[in-house]
């Protein structure tokens, strides 16, 4: 059973385009945590959301986590090709490992 | 800049010899975990060790082991590797296990078994 479900799994937009992807889970979060991954590189931090409702920028960057705790989403505004990689979010709960969710490959092409 | 340090980034490794690939930090973190990530997917944990406290994930194969020999290293040994052991391992550090911090990765190493 998948905790953390994400969609779109692929995203293919052009530069300039706006996009949402999102994270769902019928299980509550202590936190959630989006990480980018770039191909050959580790995952990194971008951002993690605490409670319910709050929404964090990071420039063009947008992430919120759900009034319940148990989904996230990030909009990207005016994607570039420089935001091409695999997102990943990851629910934290005390005394577990973070559970990942399946990812989103998003190519931005110029 | 504390750091997680993969070694080494690229390993070739023939078909039932054993590999050992290693991650040390400067962060003096509690955690270490072990992830296989496979083309494109999630990374699936295999294995995690809170300080010298070793935790298996039930579905890690007996081929995969782990050593934490002090905070700052820790192995991850492939016993005999199989074709479809060929992967990027990625290692991760953290404060405590739940992770509320997020986790630092290293830049993994990508395991090419012919």
């Known amino acids: 059973t998948q905790l953390l479900e994400q969609s779109p799994q692929f995203l293919s937009i052009q530069e300039g385009e706006n996009l949402t992807v999102y994270c769902n889970s019928s299980s509550v979060f202590s936190s959630l945590q989006w990480y980018r991954q770039e191909p050959g590189e580790g995952p990194v931090l971008l951002v993690t959301?605490?409670?319910?409702?709050e929404v964090k920028k990071l420039k063009r960057l947008t992430f919120q986590f759900g009034d319940a705790r148990k989904d996230s989403s990030l909009h990207i505004t005016a994607a570039q090709p420089g935001d091409t990689g695999l997102y990943l979010c990851?629910?934290?709960?005390?005394?577990?490992?973070?559970?990942f969710g399946k990812g989103t490959t998003l190519s931005v092409s110029s | 800049d504390a750091m997680v340090i993969q070694n080494p980034r690229y390993q070739v490794t023939q078909f039932g010899k054993p590999v050992t690939l290693s991650c040390s930090q400067t962060l003096n973190h509690n955690v270490m975990y072990w992830y296989q990530q496979k083309s494109s997917q999630a990374p699936k944990l295999l294995f995690h060790?809170?300080?010298?406290?070793?935790?298996n994930e039930a579905d890690t194969p007996d081929n995969f082991q782990s050593r934490r020999p002090n905070t700052s290293f820790c192995f991850l040994d492939i016993r005999s590797p199989g074709l479809g052991d060929a992967a990027m391992y990625l290692c991760?550090?953290?404060?405590?296990?739940?992770?509320?911090?997020?986790?630092?990765f290293g830049s993994g190493t990508r395991l090419t078994v012919v």
């Open positions: 060790y809170y300080d010298k406290d070793f935790n």
């Open positions: 959301v605490v409670t319910g409702g």
């Open positions: 991760a550090t953290s404060r405590d296990t739940g992770g509320i911090n997020g986790y630092t």
């Open positions: 990851a629910g934290a709960r005390a005394g577990t490992a973070l559970i």
